[in-house]
Nanobody, 114 residues
Framework: VQLQAFGGGLVQAGGSVRLSCAAS????????MGWYRQAPAKQREFVAG???????NYADSVKGRFTISRETAKRTVYLQMNSLKPEDAAVYFC?????????WGQGTLVTVSS
């Protein structure tokens, strides 16, 4: 199983970027999909999650600015990030969970210039 994340890059503060993460390999019946991030010298933290039924939840720091969505048939999860702030800069990791296992992507770097 591989999770491949795309969409990171350099963006100005106040700008937007859309991340995507697609799974390949033998991963089925994905229950939850989510995004986490890790800034330099900080621990990885939860950003957003979405269940198979479409229920979403967000870290307080991104509520109202980020939107998570999924295309289950494509085994893909997205993160639309708007009104970016310098403190949003981090490596963003996607995660997909089945009943048995958690799978992580390799991370994609988002840099926010002020």
């Amino acid at each position: 199983v591989q999770l491949q994340a795309f969409g990171g890059g350099l963006v100005q503060a106040g700008g937007s970027v859309r991340l995507s993460c697609a799974a390949s390999g033998s991963i089925f019946n994905i229950k939850t999909m989510g995004w986490y991030r890790q800034a330099p010298a900080k621990q990885r933290e939860f950003v957003a999650g979405i269940t198979a039924g479409g229920t979403t939840n967000y870290a307080d720091s991104v509520k109202g600015r980020f939107t998570i969505s999924r295309e289950t048939a494509k085994r893909t999860v997205y993160l639309q990030m708007n009104s970016l702030k310098p403190e949003d800069a981090a490596v963003y990791f996607c995660k997909m969970s089945t009943m048995r296992s958690d799978y992580w992507g390799q991370g994609t770097l988002v840099t926010v210039s002020s």
